[in-house]
């Protein structure tokens, strides 16, 4: 092996295997216990079944957290990463999502009436089955990146196409 492929190889490894953005255990406990926490790291925590009215967790970064069946109504989620979220079932109604990524979420049968979406990134997010009619800010342009079913309730003039 020539030299300089084994340097490159031997800091290819060390990275791979750095937690450089790895979760961060007290924020997780702060929001399971309803607290705010907006600019926390909650990278893959379990939020499911959490009720939290209100909490502001904007510029979070929630990417692959699970949120089903929580109830956080009213929640703050501008500007935050919610890439590969599993929120199935959740409530969100008048929740704001106002710039956040929702790359390959999952609303599946969740409530989002009245939730904020002005700016949000929809590629691949599921929203089979969810109730969006009362939400603001969809656009058809970011529905047609995401998906949902016959069940899923838009505001009136919107579609979605089929997952």
């Known amino acids: 092996m020539k030299p300089i492929l084994t340097a490159a190889l031997v800091v ?3 990275a791979a295997g750095a937690p ?11 929001v399971r216990g309803g607290a705010s926490c907006p600019g926390c790291n909650l990278f893959q ?6 009720r939290a009215r209100g909490v502001n967790l904007a510029g979070a970064r929630l990417r692959q957290a699970t ?7 009213r929640a703050r989620f501008a500007n935050a990463d919610l890439r590969d979220v599993d929120a199935y079932g959740g409530v969100f109604s008048s929740a704001s999502f106002a710039g956040a990524d929702l790359t390959n979420a999952s609303f599946v049968g969740a409530y989002l009436d009245g939730a904020n979406f002005s700016g949000a990134t929809l590629s691949g997010t599921n929203f089979a089955g969810a109730s969006l009619a009362g939400a603001t800010g969809l656009t058809q342009g970011a529905l047609n990146r995401a998906c949902g079913d016959e069940a899923t309730r838009l ?8 997952c």
Request: glycine share 12%; charged share 10%; aromatic share 2%.
């Open 67 to 73: 949120l089903s069946l929580s109830v956080m109504n």
């Open 155 to 162: 505001p009136g003039g919107l579609s979605i196409p089929h």
């Open 20 to 30: 450089a953005d790895a979760q961060n255990a007290s924020q997780i406990a702060r």
């Open 45 to 50: 925590g379990d939020f499911s079944g959490l």
């Open 12 to 14: 290819a490894v060390l």
